[in-house]
């Protein structure tokens, strides 16, 4: 039988036939399909909330510096509540902050000679702005509002939504940021705990020794593994992506984010894999890694405050450098140069855990 | 040429000795029993010959392949029946096949030979969490002669199986050695080796203390005729087969 050679197409059918075994694996095993479940029930969580929340009158907010006889007809009316932004900045930032279905979405900036406008039977125009997760949503909303302001004040008003829409900054999106913690969290905890698992239940049921005595060799059996991985984080990474479509802005951001959380957690599963025999011998060193690396995004993203050493090691820690590329998908402009900069670092640091890896991989005969 | 060539294999673990300075051969065709009580070098010498350890020092060819230097010209010469049950328990007995049928270049029709040649074609859909022991080691052999290999290990090939089962899995090692396959078989049961095999080896402590015909063993070693392969071996190793070393 011909079953020896180094051609690389060979060597590519032994990997494919490694990685396609566990993904079509995945797809029978109740672990892999419990975890994305989990995972998308998470996710659709504040939805959830949202919809099961959902009051019997919209909030708008308004910055209303004439006071006029609009918000007034507004509070008085049971399909509304009004709540009052200082300036037309705080209205920008505060709808910019929300999204997700959460809280208010929609801010109405009235013009300080509003009431007389109206009263010169004028067709006065007011600007309206949305959460940058609506923005598909601006036509439906200015004919809405508008319908409904009209009414109101027994007479025709416009709404100008165009180009008025409201993005998160990073200083003060918090619910942002936490969906961004949350996702990357995610994609860790499923990197680490289902890319070593294809490694130990190959260990533990001996059935690495009958690969390792086929013509597969130990680096393909890797490789194979670290592919069906990559794929696994990918679905996830799909998940997490499917249910903040609406909310990311440049998607070639997000397509970076998602190579460096692919390429980051498969080399972090697969050092675990390498290193340790079974799951329960690294159940304390699993929590310890997403113990830091959920902990560093929070003091990085909410801004707490830690010893100045810390400080400069944080941006460092690959957990924050992908929420930091994650975070500015859904930003208004991408500081591109450092968010390159920042994946770079991800992938220097796989990189270092790959061939980590492959030291330990060319030991397992010794 | 010579099926396997051994000479003066070592292999330490952390200091100690698991085999020292064994040396042996094995003819094309021939079944060659490597017996041992527990610990004493067996499993650590089929993986050496298997490519799957290094040695510590010495040489080893399986089918003029170098163990350690042509370990991926070794891979399609040998088949390995494991002692443990490693299957992929969640995947049927035919996906099994067709997975190693890959990565060793093997038609589809060759898995439906295998399965038919060990009598599993009816239950080749089932799972083989599903299988009986007896089952899953004519899997195992299954698995270990899809790609037609010349040389077979079978460690422990029929340890825990009922006595049908146990026969018929050596009917199946006697018909591929009548064929002209070379077996390296470890065995716990002497009967069996002595049936079996055309020479036996006994390993003891990491060293062979004898090497020949199970016939001339027993002459070597017995006091009388009535001398069984079993009383060679409790001599030879000082233990009761069975128990742990």
């Known amino acids: 039988m011909n079953t020896t050679s180094n051609k690389p197409f060979d060597n590519l059918n032994v990997i494919w036939t490694i990685a396609s075994k566990d993904i079509l694996d995945a797809i029978r095993n109740r672990l892999v399909i419990s975890l994305i479940l989990g995972l998308a029930f998470m996710l659709s969580m504040p939805r959830v909330m949202s919809w099961m929340l959902d009051p019997p009158y919209t909030t708008v907010l308004v910055y209303d510096p004439g006071n006029s006889d609009l918000v007034l007809e507004l509070e008085n009316s049971p399909q509304f509540q009004v709540s009052q932004a200082r300036s037309i900045e705080e209205l920008k930032k505060t709808i910019g902050s929300m999204g997700f279905g959460l809280g208010i979405e929609v801010g109405v900036v009235v013009p300080a000679d509003f009431d007389q406008m109206i009263s010169a039977a004028g067709q006065p125009e007011l600007d309206g702005y949305v959460s940058w997760t609506n923005r598909a949503k601006a036509d439906e909303f200015q004919s809405d509002y508008e319908r409904q302001f009209s009414d109101l004040l027994g007479q025709t008003v416009h709404l100008n939504f165009e180009g008025n829409i409201a993005y998160p900054s990073r200083d003060t999106a918090l619910l942002l940021g936490i969906a961004v913690i949350t996702s990357v969290t995610l994609i860790l905890i499923m990197g680490i705990q289902l890319v070593p698992n294809l490694l130990f239940e190959e260990k533990q049921t001996k059935t690495m020794e009958a690969l390792l005595v086929s013509p597969a060799t130990i680096r393909q059996v890797v490789v194979g593994k670290a592919l069906a991985g990559l794929f696994y984080i990918l679905v996830i990474v799909g998940v997490v992506f499917a249910f903040y479509y609406s909310a990311v802005v440049h998607w070639e951001a997000a397509i970076l984010a998602m190579i460096g959380c692919g390429a980051f957690s498969v080399a972090v599963g697969l050092v675990l894999g390498s290193f340790f025999e079974r799951q329960q011998d690294v159940i304390g060193l699993m929590m310890l890694l997403v113990l830091i690396f959920v902990g560093a995004m929070f003091v990085y993203m909410v801004n707490v405050q830690v010893p100045s050493f810390v400080e400069a090691i944080i941006p460092w820690i690959p957990s924050v450098t992908l929420a930091k590329i994650i975070f500015a998908s859904f930003l208004e402009s991408v500081p591109w140069a450092e968010i390159y900069w920042d994946l770079a670092s991800v992938l220097g640091i796989s990189a270092v855990l790959y061939a980590i890896v492959i030291w330990k991989v060319r030991r397992s005969d010794r | ?245």
């Open chain 2, 1 to 245: 040429m010579k099926a396997i060539i051994v000479q003066d294999l070592t292999r330490n673990y952390n200091g100690l000795r698991a085999v020292e300075g064994i040396s042996f051969d094995v003819e094309p065709g021939e079944i060659f029993g490597f017996l041992g009580p527990n610990g004493a070098g067996k499993t650590t010498t089929i993986k050496m010959l298997t490519g799957q350890l290094r040695p510590t020092s010495g040489t080893a060819q399986v089918m003029g392949c170098d163990v350690v230097e042509e370990r991926q010209a070794l891979k399609p010469q040998i088949g390995v029946v494991f002692e443990n049950h490693n299957l992929y328990e969640r995947l049927s007995a035919r996906d099994n096949l067709r997975f190693y049928a890959r990565l060793y270049r093997v038609k589809k029709a060759r898995v439906e030979e295998v399965l038919a040649h060990v009598g599993l074609t009816d239950r080749a859909q089932d799972k083989v969490g599903t299988y009986s022991n007896g089952m899953k080691q004519r899997l195992l052999i299954a698995r270990a002669l899809l790609h037609k290999p010349k040389v077979l290990f079978l460690d422990e090939p029929t340890k825990g199986l009922d006595p049908n089962v146990a026969r018929d899995i050596r009917a199946i090692a006697t018909e591929l050695a009548d064929q002209g396959m070379t077996i390296f078989l470890t065995t716990h049961y002497m009967e069996e080796a002595d049936q079996l095999s055309d020479r036996v080896a006994i390993i003891n402590q990491g060293r062979i203390v004898a090497l020949n015909t199970p016939e001339h063993l027993k002459v070597e070693y017995g006091e009388d005729e009535r001398t069984t392969l079993e009383d060679v071996f409790v001599h030879l190793t000082g233990r009761h087969l069975g128990r742990g070393s």
